[in-house]
């Protein structure tokens, strides 16, 4: 009876022994161990494990090629990552390839991904540390893409209030005026036809100093001939010099008139006997009337001479000179 319960415990733990190392094998195969395989340690350091946990597994452009063995922080709160890596990797992964911490699809787990850089470099040893790179991170991602729908929502309420400002505003009166399109069609129309005649002018202007420049028209004469010149400058001493002779005469004649003036003021003088005293007027009158006689007499003499015998052919010879010419 004790022997047979001696078995039976040796059983129990032969069985629960085998039990537990299955458990583990299994454990170490669903972790990717490489529990049989041949490895080698390779390690890198990150400021941010973003939620990186012990056998995880690593990736070398995509393919699995280890998992992750240990996991610590440093003194510097660094945290140093230790990478069990298959050893047939030794002569693919070189020491400037650079290591991310990523995730398996969008909200899998983390891996680490190991990115090759070059050829030349000489391949990675048995505890290299690689250069690390920081990756993009969801939790960064979302608060990224909130902090921009916040702003989007800023951006959108301004747009609106803007809007409202515009519908409101004369511009948008003024440009739901159908009107104005034809007004503008107009202004461009008047502005091009200016700008035409405008450079009609300047065209001409063109020509007008292209002639003067060269001595041709009147302003090119004026400018250019020498002669004309001369005979302008001539003229001008000419005008000046009347100007002068003309100042001279109404200075003279305003003096003339202030003494005729004065005379009929002061009731003395020639002009002032002419014109208010009547006995000089009617011995003018006197006067005229006797040279008036006197004129009627010589032409009756002068008509008795022209009928008198001796004169009379003189008279024909005048006239005849008269009508010849």
């Known amino acids: 009876m004790a022997k047979r319960t001696s078995d039976n415990i040796r059983l129990g733990t032969f069985v629960l022994a085998g039990l537990l190392v299955l458990v583990l094998l299994l454990y170490m ?30 990736r070398f452009s995509g393919i699995q090629v ?70 993009a991170n969801l939790t960064n991602m979302l608060d990224t893409l909130d902090q921009s729908s916040r702003d989007i929502a800023v951006v959108a309420a301004e747009l609106k209030i803007t809007a409202q400002r515009i519908n409101r505003s004369a511009i948008w009166r003024l440009l739901d005026d159908s009107t104005v399109p034809e007004d503008v069609k107009a202004t461009l129309f008047n502005i091009r036809k200016a700008s035409s005649r405008v450079s009609g002018i300047a065209g001409k202007l063109d020509e007008m100093v292209n002639d003067v420049q060269n001595g041709q028209g009147a302003a090119g004469t004026i400018l250019k001939d020498s002669l004309f010149a001369s005979n302008i400058r001539l003229a001008g001493d000419k005008i000046y ?26 009731k003395n003088g020639p002009v002032h006997a002419l014109l ?40 024909r010879k005048q006239e005849k000179k008269k009508i010849s010419k």
Do not use: C, W
């Open 29 to 58: 195969i669903g972790k990717n161990e490489h529990l049989f395989g041949a490895t080698y340690m390779l390690k890198a350091r990150f400021f941010n494990a973003r939620g990186l946990v012990k056998g995880n597994n690593v």
């Open 66 to 135: 280890g998992t992750v063995r240990k996991i610590t922080i440093e003194e510097n709160t660094q945290i140093e990552i230790v990478m069990s890596i298959d050893r047939k990797m030794r002569q693919v992964i070189r020491k400037d390839a650079v290591v991310a911490i990523g995730t398996d699809g969008l909200v899998g787990d983390k891996v680490v991904d190991i990115t090759p850089v070059s050829l030349t470099s000489r391949l990675a040893q048995e505890g290299d540390t690689l250069i690390t790179r920081a990756s």
């Open 241 to 266: 010099s009347a100007s002068e002779t003309a100042d001279s005469l109404v200075v003279l004649l305003k003096n003339v008139a202030d003494n005729v003036h004065n005379g009929v003021v002061e």
């Open 276 to 315: 208010y005293d009547t006995t000089i007027a009617q011995k003018l009158n006197i006067s005229l009337d006797n040279i008036q006689k006197g004129t009627d007499g010589f032409n009756q003499s002068m008509e008795a001479l022209k009928h008198n015998f001796l004169l009379r052919g003189y008279f």
